[in-house]
């Protein structure tokens, strides 16, 4: 198993942190903890230092598409071989920012998480399910974005993109305008729930009204199993780890955009030369605005 196979195991982890049983989270917090000590272990002894059984060690390695235990020593092993001391840093040890961190460290580490989330969310991508929300997306008479909180920010640049690519897409996180929206969906249209935790109501339900339409429902979150991500008939995950001062929906949000800029390029990409001439009359009806002298 290469590098960014192992890497995507543990943003797949921590992602499902919030649907995993109590046994398997005491795993989970051991293996994040220190993933290449964890690779020196066996089961037994791995079951007896997170207090649960070996049974509960299989269970939680197939729950993450492993064949067995095994597998998950292996997938660590290697990705410690291949990344050295850089592994650790890549897992996060040492980012969480103190409260008594000076100007310049909080600037430091701030830094180096987004960055982290950006690149762990572009190597666990889902390729294949990109490429058919991108389908789906550019044959679409109508896309509707769900979100709420911070996902309301990436919800609009997601629209934006899209307007500027000349699609009818509305991003909405206002719950029952998301709901009068959806209502009007049919057969062919696409509707898009953006959540951390995939467990938000307001996005949750728009979408499943959404699809009742007949609309081709996708999902963007950081937990597959969250009732978002289950409920969606595609679905994109990202990556994004919570620290003292930041945040979940926080941190995520730097993922969340780099996944919205792949689809954004890829649309951009499939319309080429229809998204140039789309791009050319938006860039000329904003800049005709620009200059225009103001009447105030």
Do not use: N, W
Request: neutral net charge; aromatic residues 4%; hydrophobic residues 45%.
């Amino acid at each position: 198993m290469d590098r960014p196979t192992a890497q995507a195991l543990i943003v797949q982890l921590r992602g499902r942190l919030p649907s995993l049983s109590p046994a398997e989270r005491a795993i989970a917090d051991l293996v994040l903890a220190d993933p290449a000590g964890t690779a020196t272990l066996s089961i037994s002894r791995l079951a007896s230092a997170a207090g649960v059984s070996d049974t509960s060690v299989t269970r939680f390695c197939r729950a993450l598409g492993l064949s067995g235990y095994p597998d998950l020593r292996l997938a660590l092993a290697a990705a410690q071989l291949a990344g050295g001391e850089d592994f650790a840093v890549r897992i996060g040890a040492g980012d969480d920012i103190a409260g008594d961190d000076e100007t310049a460290t909080v600037v430091a580490k701030v830094a180096r998480l987004d960055a982290r989330a950006a690149q762990d969310t572009a190597e666990q991508l889902d390729l294949r399910v990109l490429d058919e929300i991108v389908d789906r997306i550019a044959a679409a008479r109508r896309i509707e974005i769900y979100a709420a909180g911070s996902g309301a920010v990436v919800a609009a640049d997601l629209e934006y993109k899209l307007q500027h690519l000349g699609l009818a897409a509305t991003a909405r996180s206002d719950v029952h305008r998301a709901l009068m929206g959806a209502a009007h969906l049919r057969t062919g249209d696409v509707a898009l729930g953006i959540s951390y935790s995939g467990r938000t109501g307001e996005v949750i339900d728009p979408l499943t009204e959404a699809a009742r339409r007949g609309a081709t429902t996708a999902a963007l979150t950081s937990d597959p199993l969250s009732p978002l991500g289950k409920s969606a008939e595609l679905l994109l995950t990202f990556a994004g780890r919570a620290t003292a001062f930041r945040i979940g929906a926080t941190v995520s949000r730097i993922a969340q955009l780099v996944v919205v800029d792949c689809l954004y390029v890829r649309l951009a990409q499939r319309q080429d030369p229809a998204a140039a001439e789309a791009l050319h009359r938006a860039h000329e009806a904003v800049q005709g605005r620009t200059r225009r002298p103001s009447s105030d």
